[in-house]
């Protein structure tokens, strides 16, 4: 599944096995089993950013004192077993009016290419040819074409990391979405076209995430409503509220 370069890979590991029981003598029903009834159970480990999720508020942290939004600290606020405030178990459920952008449909190209910044003024063109209107509590999910080239590793990184910049995310934050998403797994351009002073690797990150609360979905597959030319929809997303988790695994829908 995609999954940022630094985050530790997503594994399933079989726990259970009709003849790993066998061999172990274990008898979960008792002795009596003429049928031979078994059972298989695994072990999943990986991080709760693994393929599409959402960021909880307390996923990136900045500063010398590593605060996350609302000035919480991780020198106060982050124990052994996860941050205690803006954690997972946290996030909302999510149900309210989606909006595609698509942003390679709008330029007639099948993706965009790697590191290739989205700008506000294109964000505002873009939602301008669809007639469509971006609404407060609205989440936005921006398509680069990406994951069109799922899973073909080359494709790939022809076209990995495009995204909003700086001036998108002033733009989505100023038309009062409580959400935004997109197909890749760092949601905006990298590397940052403006790193600004002091030199910040995501700024995108730190304004929508950090600074305001907006959430952020990643690596949401954004092709099929593309193709259908679906660009407004009732959104629903229902994150596994995890105590001490920095973010949730979750399979979005659309309903049109």
């Not at 009709?18 to 009834?37: F, S």
């Not at 069109?148 to 076209?159: F, Q």
């Not at 959400?179 to 910040?200: C, F, H, I, K, W």
Request: charged share 20%.
């Amino acid at each position: 599944m995609p999954l940022f370069a630094s985050h530790p890979p997503f594994e399933v590991s079989m726990y259970r096995t009709p003849l790993g029981l066998r061999g172990d003598g274990e008898e979960p029903w008792g002795p009596v089993n003429e049928v031979n009834l078994g059972y298989m159970a695994e072990v999943t480990s990986g991080t709760s950013h693994s393929g599409a999720h959402v960021d909880a508020l307390a996923h990136m942290t900045i500063g010398p004192d590593d605060h996350w939004y609302a000035g919480v600290s991780a020198h106060e606020h982050l124990g052994d077993r996860g941050p205690k405030v803006g954690d997972a178990s946290k996030l909302p459920h999510f149900v309210t009016r989606g909006v595609l952008l698509d942003v390679p449909g709008y330029r007639g190209v099948d993706a965009l290419a790697a590191g290739e910044p989205i700008y506000a003024d294109e964000l505002q063109a873009v939602a301008q040819r669809q007639e469509t209107e971006v609404r407060p509590g609205d989440v936005v999910l921006i398509r680069t074409g990406y994951l069109s080239k799922w899973p073909d590793p080359e494709a790939l990184a022809r076209h990995r990391t495009a995204g909003p910049d700086i001036s998108a995310a002033k733009w989505l934050l100023d038309a009062g979405v409580v959400a935004t998403g997109t197909d890749t797994e760092t949601y905006e351009v990298q590397p940052a076209p403006d790193l600004g002073s002091p030199a910040n690797p995501q700024p995108v990150h730190t304004l929508l995430l950090i600074e305001e609360g907006i959430y952020l979905f990643e690596s949401i597959y954004l092709e099929e409503i593309a193709r259908e030319g679906v660009h407004e929809f009732l959104f629903i997303a229902l994150p596994t509220k995890i105590e001490g988790g920095t973010g949730s695994m979750l399979d979005p829908v659309a309903i049109i």
